[in-house]
């Protein structure tokens, strides 16, 4: 027994370092609130013990952990209805300079969806159609939010990702 | 902005170091919903703010009073209003006075179509030619009260229990009366939309309102000009209305001192006015509502209304300050309990002074 827990406590440490940060920064975006976004986090780590899912693979886990996030995070903001805004203090705890501040604050600005699709293609590389799988998404709703996303931060496309 | 510039602000967000330690813990976040009481507690303030609006209309009924009603009803209690009858006393049981006319003026919340509203507003104006008085006594509408043949209730139950209408007004009065044995000798009833028109009609109210006040004023009056700060301002009719059912500051007790306010406000204004203008105006708002005056004395009120609005203007409020407690009633929702022998006293020692026993 002791020596199970001894395994598990590993491998969430191990889970942790490889999804934690991003875990924080997706939740963070979608929240726009630091305690909401860490309390996600950590349900979303105490769900992955309770559950122990079985898993196809590094992609399918990490796919499974932001699924459980913005779940999560969705389910928060329900009991953060008069809240939703951002927290400019909160912004520029973490922005290096004005302009990282403006970006974050127009960013956490748009709708939940949008912004979490934003983060999935640009920041973690998930291209539409994977984050329709994991999301649950058709790929045109994707498409779209992922369009009017960029039209509302007015974002240059990246030369690779235009055709 | 360059997608660069988007990844780099955004890598700049990092978990702090703590939060490993929690989620190594295993144990979910203590998850807190107490939020969502706070929201619905906010939400049932935000439409309780919105049935006071009819209060607003409150104001107007004080206009009305010296109106009189197109719709003076069969109910005619009978009994002229004379001035200068009778001494106080009891009169069924009733503290009365003939020289004192106390007349109710009801705001009633029916902004929903085919809904017979709720006479949230409730106050009773007494024109005491004895000591020479102009008194408001507000009723707060969650007083809990005996209404007769319904069983107990709040206060503002009573009007659409009996239908609402002439009615509804009647068994208002009657409500009152029976709990607090004060004499009322009329009702006039403003609804809604009429009490917007009403305080156009005399060309707006003189209020002084706070930023607060303000801001929510231009937020929910439904007045194109969104032009309060701090100050005093000449408010239109919906911005005046909309003031007097505020009742997110300070709550209803603030709010039935708000429509006390307006009502002194409109007041004021009917004292710079001379009689013909009054007239006009009482002319033109009598359609607007209803209430149990016969014509004659709508134009005996509107006759000597100069006299009676340049009396001093004295305020009260039932249940009075350290006299209730708030309490749940299952099927009811909270309630003001008041000690009624108390607020019987304090209304008859306000409005007839010395002269009941």
């Known amino acids: 027994m002791s020596q199970l827990s001894q395994r598990t406590g590993d491998n969430l440490s191990e889970k942790y370092d490889l999804y934690g940060n991003m875990l924080f920064k997706l939740c963070m975006v979608i929240l726009c609130n630091k305690e909401d976004a860490e309390d996600v986090v950590q349900d979303t780590f105490a769900k992955y013990l309770q559950k122990h899912p079985d898993f196809r693979g590094a992609e399918h886990e990490k796919a499974w952990f932001i699924k459980v996030a913005t779940n999560g995070s969705r389910d928060k903001r329900r009991y953060r209805f008069f809240k939703k805004t951002v927290c400019l203090d909160e912004i520029e705890a973490y922005a290096q300079t004005p302009e990282q501040s403006q970006v974050l604050e127009q960013l956490m600005a748009l709708s939940p969806k949008y912004k979490t699709i934003l983060y999935l293609h640009y920041i973690e590389g998930y291209k539409i159609k994977e984050i329709a799988d994991i999301l649950g998404m058709k790929e045109t709703t994707v498409k779209v939010a992922l369009y009017r996303g960029r039209e509302q931060l007015k974002l240059e496309l990246r030369k690779e990702l235009a055709q | 902005m360059k997608p660069e510039n988007l990844i780099n602000a955004v890598n700049q967000i990092h978990a702090d170091a703590g939060l490993k330690a929690k989620v190594m813990d295993g144990e979910p976040s203590a998850s807190r919903h107490k939020p969502i009481l706070m929201t619905l507690s906010k939400t049932a303030a935000c439409l309780a703010a919105i049935a006071v609006l009819v209060l607003g209309v409150t104001l107007v009924p004080k206009i009305l009073k010296p109106l009189g009603t197109t719709s003076h009803t069969s109910q005619s209690q009978g009994g002229a209003v004379s001035n200068n009858a009778g001494q106080p006393g009891m009169v069924n049981g009733l503290y009365h ?37 102009l008194k408001i006594t507000s009723f707060m509408r969650d007083l809990y009260v005996t209404i007769p043949g319904y069983g107990s209730n709040k206060l503002n139950a009573a009007y659409p229990l009996a239908g609402g209408g002439a009615e509804g007004a009647a068994l208002a009065v009657k409500t009152i009366e029976a709990n607090f044995g004060t004499d009322i000798d009329r009702y006039v009833m403003i609804g809604n939309s009429a009490f917007d028109q009403i305080v156009d009609k005399f060309g707006g109210v003189t209020m002084t309102i706070t930023a607060e006040e ?144």
């Open chain 2, 214 to 357: 303000a801001k929510l004023i231009n937020q929910y009056s439904g007045d194109s000009r969104r032009n309060l700060t701090a100050g005093t301002f000449l408010l239109s009719g919906k911005q005046a209305h909309y003031y007097s059912r505020i009742r997110v500051i300070g709550d209803d007790f603030g709010r039935t001192e708000r429509q006390r306010k307006v009502f002194s406000g409109i007041a004021d204004k009917f004292k710079t006015s001379n009689v013909t203008s009054i007239y006009n105006i009482l002319s033109e708002t009598l359609p607007l509502v209803t209430t149990d005056m016969s014509k004659n004395e709508v134009v005996d009120i509107a006759k000597n209304s100069l006299t009676y609005l340049n009396y001093p203007l004295s305020q009260n409020r039932i249940p009075g300050d350290n006299n209730y407690q708030s309490q749940i009633v299952s099927g009811v929702g909270t309630v003001l309990v008041t000690d009624v022998a108390k607020s019987k006293q304090s209304i008859a020692k306000f409005i007839y002074e010395d002269d009941v026993p």
């Open chain 2, 97 to 133: 006075d003939d020289a004192i006319q106390n007349i109710l003026l009801l705001g009633v919340d029916d902004y929903q179509k085919g809904d017979i509203g709720r006479s949230d507003s409730m106050m009773l104006v007494s024109v005491d030619t004895r000591h020479k008085k």
